[in-house]
């Protein structure tokens, strides 16, 4: 049987672990802005990461999203504008894999 004061420490413990987990992960994970811009063509999209430019996208004619990271002269074409961003966010060395 599980007594008050057990209960009450494992809470505690857990809080404590959660806080822990959400500090580090503030400290580690960077932080992704998108934004975007008229464009004579359309809207552009920026890809920040705190106030450094990653890379642009927008969606040409044919209906793709073109990624272009600044970093890069590399300009795929991708079905989605998550595609594009993953890409610009990629090529920047700041996606990182869960392979759990």
Known sequence: MITQEIFDNQTLAQSEFEECVDHLADAV???I???SVPDELGELYRVWN???LL??????LEGKW???PCNSDK??????P???????????GL???DVA
Do not use: M
């Open 55 to 60: 890379g642009t996208f927008y969606q040409n």
């Open 29 to 31: 994970a960077p932080e």
């Open 82 to 92: 998550e595609l594009a961003q993953l890409f610009i966010i990629a090529v920047n």
């Open 33 to 35: 802005e998108i934004d």
């Open 75 to 80: 300009r795929p074409c991708c079905d989605t």
């Open 66 to 68: 073109v990624a272009q």
């Open 95 to 97: 996606l990182v894999a």
């Open 50 to 52: 705190s106030y450094h």
